[in-house]
């Protein structure tokens, strides 16, 4: 997994980060944040926070406490255990776009479908780059609702040897998820080691509804991984004001860890975060301009601060119909603040159009190329007396050239970054190869990924088990 | 001009830097720079630097003694005076593509034209984020080339009130740059003060030629701005490591701004940057990829310790062809490390593709909008207990939304970013708006702007001594 060696851009002052502090203390404890699930209720009030209703009002050192007992770092533990991650500290783990309902396939948009699903499986193991599918990787408008998740995350078990993810939008697909893990890895190391990971989300502004505490207790209880995640759109779900958003996502995903700490105390939790804003003229969502980038600078340093590994909100996020110039800008620019800001995690890496409703195709190349050079970027230069090549200086000397020193010879393979999409062709070569921009070339990219895709092995006994845990869940849920 | 509060994004370490700074030292004693023109040689002769044929072999510490003399900060004046720049410190002053021979309209592309030149000024003057059109602004290919100059310059006086740049490619055109300040303002308001800025190339490597010292040179007697700038594409005009190039980069910069010094102490120097690579398949230029963002933060990182005005080598570089996502990515990445880094003169910020051969209208747009989001992104956000919005939290509720609460109705209309040109669309009304990518909508915005043009006010005795001022030298410069 990559390791961010370089420096963090750090934004704010102590004085406003201690201003943000107070912020989300005032939060929990003046206004208090709903839980929706009795149990979770039952759970804090035992632990001596005050109930009025659905509402629980928290002492903020209480939280801060139980906070602290989530691990700084941890192990994410994939199938494979070349392909398990470290999570927290420097690493960052990526995963491509989420819960898209639809697919961009050139002009063609559509239905997400299981054959999508398991193509764009086959991509995240095929691309070095991405750790986990993340889930859903895509929706699948084609199977039936009720068992969905275990088709998936059975693709996940068989197609794809990266960390696993956990189907955390409901109740039973997380069981399921810690079900198919048991299954395969037996119940003692699941109960060790994590495993799976889940998104749960907050219902924001300052809810935490039953569906999403139902997975967030069966994660805690299986100590696997929980990514508390409030998603706030300003002007929606949150005040107008990027340190009032930023304050009330700390308040919810703090509470959040704090359950999942007093439930299972070392749980590994990662902070998410969601901050963007809504277009106050159209009221669409809005990525990838300068209230979503100063979110996730402000969000990383919030985590840093509270030692807790942090998930930036997403990759390359646009509010871009297509893999345009738009997309292209307010995906870096999201992107290159998740690196700048220290990400952990970095859901939606790959493939985001349409504030999210589309998993482009094209998409996921122009992010990949995107990846791979803020990867390379983000790698810390040797400075030192060799790498000043003096010598090569010596030997092209005043007015020469570089083409052929003993320097450049020993180098040119790998000395720069080498482009698989972005081109470096000149007017001439480009027009006789079809006057193509960058969207047009990507189709024959990614197809040639999955052309080059092939199957992990997966042990006959798990997969044995794997099977029958997926047909006897099936025949329960379709009761 | 803008003033960039946000921190910057320091890279290397103190140590780093020393290594840096032997480095320069080193190839400005040992291997020595090549001084193209005689009166340069015996001017650094005569300062006590050791010549061997061209080759002048610096004192490092009398280059640095030199260099300390150039102001940290100065003023560029406009004709307008509302329209003058501070140039330093944390202010930073923008100008479009300058140079390109080609310019791209859609999917025609054809050489540049006078006609072209007008539109562009016209654009510079109307697009407030702009300081000075820099030169030249696009090639004319329709005017005779003796005199173009003239005819270029001039139109900058005419049709624009912005900082003026000089024709600084050729010693004639730096004359005329100058002559037509003292025709306008007087002799001794531009003895006394900097009119004019001219970017001077050092032919690397390591060589400053007989016409480029001929531009210094009277820049410096006249007491204008220079930008001296190695133009350095790693493979060819410099060794393939990126430490390497830096260093070449401030021997370049360093010594001929050591020059500008020993001929006029205290003349306005900028130390000008432009490190990329070439890619070693194709053997073209590449921009916008790691190689050109480590350039940048570090080439900022030298300026800053050497307390000098820095220019970054570009706005929004790229080798696309066209106005894609690849020009996007690599646009906006060069823009942003410049932002990070501080840059003081931003050349080349609207309209490049295709490495600088060609400026796009289209391209514009989406550099506009890129740099619009980056000026919104680097002004510093206000936390304090006002900004976290309590009340509106409070009258929000849990689960409830911000659409309506007081804090949002005050705020509505200025608390986010307005794209001009980028879309928040949902598909429905993308599709019934004729499905249009953003360079697709572009036309419409350039144009508008153009419509929105109104020519500045210039007194007529100053109009009548340019015009005369050109008319003699046109005719001077055709006999």
């Known amino acids: 997994v990559f390791e961010n060696r370089m420096p963090r851009y750090e934004v704010l002052s102590e004085d406003a980060m201690a201003v943000l502090d107070a912020g989300w203390r005032r939060l929990v404890s003046e206004l208090g944040v709903r839980f ?11 632990a001596g926070q005050t109930i009025e209703d659905d509402i629980v009002h928290f002492d903020p050192d209480w939280v801060a406490e139980q906070v602290a007992k989530a691990p700084s770092e941890f192990e994410l533990r994939a199938p494979n255990p070349a392909r398990s991650v470290r999570v927290g500290g420097a690493h960052m783990m990526f995963c491509p776009t989420n819960s898209a309902p639809f697919v961009r396939e050139g002009s063609q948009r559509r239905e997400g479908t299981f054959a999508d699903y398991e193509q764009m499986v086959k991509l995240t193991q095929v691309i070095p780059e991405l750790d986990s599918t993340g889930y859903p990787i895509v929706e699948c408008s084609d199977l039936p609702l009720e068992t969905r998740h275990l088709d998936t995350q059975l693709m996940c078990h068989t197609h794809c040897d990266k960390v696993l993810p956990a189907a955390a939008f409901h109740e039973i697909g997380t069981i399921d998820a810690i079900g198919l893990a048991r299954a395969r890895f037996g119940e003692a190391a699941v109960d060790e080691h994590a495993y799976v990971w889940g998104v749960v989300n907050a219902n924001s502004p300052l809810t935490w509804d039953d569906r999403m505490l139902g997975s967030l207790k069966h994660l805690a209880r299986a100590n696997q991984c929980v990514v508390t995640t409030p998603f706030i759109l300003m002007g929606a779900m949150g005040p107008v004001s990027i340190p009032a958003a930023v304050a009330q996502q700390t308040a919810e995903a703090l509470t959040g860890i704090a359950l999942v700490q007093t439930i299972r105390p070392g749980c590994p939790c990662i902070l998410g975060s969601f901050v963007s804003h809504t277009d106050m003229q159209s009221g669409s969502p809005g990525f990838g301009g300068p209230e979503s980038s100063l979110g996730l600078l402000i969000s990383g340093q919030v985590a840093r601060r509270l030692k807790l590994p942090w998930r930036a909100g997403g990759g390359a996020l646009t509010s871009s119909q297509v893999p345009d110039a738009q997309a292209a800008v307010e995906g870096f620019n999201t992107m290159a603040c998740s690196f700048l800001a220290g990400a952990n995690l970095q859901l939606h890496t790959l493939g985001w159009l349409e504030s999210g409703l589309v998993t482009s195709y094209e998409k996921w190349m122009v992010d990949l190329e995107m990846l791979r050079i803020l990867l390379d970027q983000f790698t810390p230069l040797e400075i030192d007396e060799a790498s000043l090549a003096f010598d090569a200086h010596a030997e092209a000397g005043h007015g020469g050239h570089h083409f052929g020193t003993a320097h450049t010879l020993e180098r040119f393979r790998e000395c720069f970054y080498r482009p698989h999409l972005f081109s470096t062709e000149n007017f001439d070569r480009w027009t006789r190869n079809g006057s193509l921009d960058a969207a047009a070339r990507a189709p024959g990219r990614w197809k ?25 869940r099936k025949q329960e849920l379709s009761a």
Request: proline share 6%; charged share 40%; no cysteine.
């Open 36 to 46: 929706g699930d009795p149990e979770a209720r039952e759970i804090l009030r035992q």
């Open 448 to 472: 040639a990924l999955v052309e080059a895709y092939e199957q992990p092995a997966i042990d006959d006994d798990a997969l044995g088990r794997l099977n029958e845990y997926v047909e006897r």
